[in-house]
């Protein structure tokens, strides 16, 4: 069965410490890797995409990177705008979303 | 640019009622997909349309509908609401270039189920 598992749920984090969130994926014919952030009230924002195992992409403070079987997105010195849901996707036949790992990172 | 655009943001309904969601993509995108979060949970796909064309059905029940008229504007019906459709419906479009199907999504609408 496809799925994407999510972890933490949780994490709350002081400003400017660093840490990993974890998407875990079994889905067959992976066509790509999406994060996304989600901001309560809104519409999922697009972040990255990576297709390859090894692919790693940055930006700002947040650093996505790839392997066979997982996808980490690297949170680097986070400021409190930071704080939101972290939505990882794999794409197959259709889109596959994880539940999301709410970050909230405190001043 | 315009994004995705979304009507109505929030709507209050009764069990049994019907409702119809409304999605505009962004210009230029010829794919519209319809999406419903629980709260606390990630993102479901219902259907995935293109070119007026269904391309993709997740696992929802018949009393899910949608269509994509020419102008790539879409519609979500939901026929004799549950308490349990209660949820954000999300619509999202996408070029579908190059195999390249990146999601840009709107901001929903609130359907809460009384």
């Known amino acids: 069965e496809d799925q994407v598992t999510q972890s933490p749920e949780a994490l709350r984090l002081q400003e400017g410490e660093s840490s990993s969130l974890n998407c875990s994926y079994t889905?067959?014919?992976?066509?790509?890797l999406f994060w996304y952030r989600q901001d309560p009230g809104k519409g999922p924002e697009f972040l990255f995409t990576l297709y390859s195992a090894g692919e790693e992409k940055e930006k700002e403070r947040l650093k996505a990177t790839l392997t066979k079987k997982e996808s980490f997105l690297h949170i680097t010195a986070p400021k409190p705008e930071d704080s939101a849901t972290y939505l990882c996707?794999?794409?197959?036949?259709?889109?596959?979303f994880g539940t999301g790992t709410s970050l909230t990172v405190i001043p | 640019d315009a994004g995705v655009t979304q009507s109505p943001t929030h709507l209050i309904k009764t069990r049994g009622q019907h409702v119809t969601l409304r999605c505009s993509p962004i210009s230029g995108h010829k794919s519209v997909s319809w999406y419903q979060q629980v709260l606390g949970q990630g993102p479901q796909f219902i259907f995935q349309?293109?070119?007026?064309?269904?391309?993709g059905r997740g696992n929802f029940p018949d009393r899910f509908s949608a269509r994509q008229f020419p102008n790539y504007s879409s519609e979500l019906n939901v026929n004799a609401l549950l308490l349990g459709d209660s949820a954000l419906y999300l619509c999202?479009?996408?070029?579908?270039?190059?195999?390249?199907?990146?999601?840009?999504f709107g901001s929903g609408t609130q359907l809460s189920v009384l």
């Open positions: 999202a479009s996408s070029l579908v270039q190059g195999g390249d199907e990146k999601l840009f």
């Open positions: 889905v067959s014919g992976l066509r790509g």
């Open positions: 996707a794999a794409y197959g036949n259709q889109f596959y």
């Open positions: 349309y293109y070119e007026k064309e269904e391309r």
